[in-house]
C-alpha cells in the first residue's frame, strides 16, 4: 500500500458527466485529482480532436470514423448527454484545463483500423508547447511506437505504454518482459488493467527500472485494490470514489 498512489480521471470521469465533455474537464479541474485524462484523433484536414473512440455513434450523434472526416462536418456533431456540446478540439480542452491544478494524462489514439495516425506525435508536442502545458503533461499510448516517437521528439516527457489484457495473456504474463520493451523504448512506465496486475508486479517492475500503474478502476474493490498493490496511478470512471477513499486511508 502506498501513500503516493495518484488518482487520474478517466476522459474526466467518466460515469459522472459525458465522457471527453466541456462540462466533465471543467468540473474534473475542481476535484481533488492529481490528472484528468482524455483521448486525441486526427480529422482528415488536420485537426486534432478529443473524442474517445475512433468512430463517432457511441458517445455522439453521427457515423463515420474521424480519420475520415473533414472538421467542416464534425464540428457541430453534438455529444449524448449535454447540454448542447460538440466534439471538442485539443486547443479546447487544453484551454480548460490549464487553468486548473490537476496534471493532463493524453492518450494519443489511432485510427479504426488500429494503424497510428502519421507524425501526430510531433503534433500533440506541439501543440502542449503552444499552451504552456507540456511540462504538466503524460503522454500514453496502447502502441509502444507512438511513445518510442514521443521520447525521441521530447525526452523529458513522462510516458505511459498501456497494455491490452489480450496482448498481456497471450505473452505470458511476463511483466518483466513489458516493462523491459517500455524501458528500451524510452518509457518510465507502463499500465494494465487492474484486474490484471497480481502481488509483486510493481517490485518486478521496479526492478527493471520502470512504473507500474492500472487503468480500469472503476468500481470500490477495484479501487482498494489499486491503492494496496501501490501501483503508480490509476485511472478511473469515478474520481470522486477514488478520492474519497484515499482521504478515509490517509488522512
Not at 465533455?21 to 484536414?45: G, L, P, Q, W, Y
Not at 475512433?54 to 448527454?81: F, P
Not at 489514439?109 to 500533440?124: F, H, Q, T
Request: net charge neutral.
Amino acid at each position: 500500500m502506498s501513500k503516493s498512489t495518484q488518482i487520474a480521471a478517466h476522459r474526466g470521469g467518466a460515469q459522472l458527466w459525458p465522457e471527453n465533455s466541456r462540462v466533465a474537464f471543467r468540473n474534473a479541474a475542481k476535484m481533488d485529482v492529481d490528472f484528468i485524462e482524455f483521448d486525441v484523433h486526427r480529422t482528415r484536414d488536420g485537426v486534432l480532436t478529443v473524442h474517445h473512440d475512433a468512430v463517432l455513434g457511441r458517445t455522439c450523434e453521427g457515423e463515420g470514423a474521424i480519420a475520415d472526416m473533414e472538421w467542416s462536418s464534425l464540428r457541430h456533431r453534438r455529444l449524448h448527454d449535454t447540454d448542447g456540446e460538440t466534439i471538442p478540439t485539443l486547443p479546447e480542452v487544453l484551454d480548460i484545463l490549464a487553468r486548473g491544478r490537476p496534471g493532463l494524462r493524453l492518450e494519443v489514439k489511432y485510427k479504426k483500423d488500429r494503424s497510428r495516425y502519421p507524425g501526430i506525435e510531433s503534433e500533440v508536442l506541439s501543440m502542449l508547447g503552444e499552451r504552456g502545458v507540456l511540462h504538466r503533461t503524460t503522454i500514453t499510448a496502447f502502441d509502444l511506437e507512438v511513445l518510442r516517437t514521443i521520447a525521441r521528439h521530447s525526452s523529458d516527457s513522462p510516458t505511459i505504454h498501456l497494455i491490452r489484457s489480450d496482448a498481456y495473456y497471450s505473452g505470458g504474463r511476463e511483466i518483466r518482459e513489458c516493462a523491459r520493451k517500455a524501458k528500451d523504448a524510452g518509457v518510465g512506465e507502463i499500465a494494465l488493467r487492474i484486474e490484471d496486475i497480481r502481488e509483486g508486479d510493481a517490485e518486478q517492475c521496479r526492478a527493471v527500472g520502470v512504473a507500474l500503474g492500472c487503468y480500469a478502476a472503476n468500481d470500490l474493490p477495484a479501487i482498494e485494490k489499486a491503492f494496496e498493490l501501490g501501483v503508480s496511478v490509476f485511472t478511473t470512471d469515478r474520481p470522486d470514489l477514488a478520492i474519497s477513499i484515499r482521504h478515509r486511508r490517509y488522512f
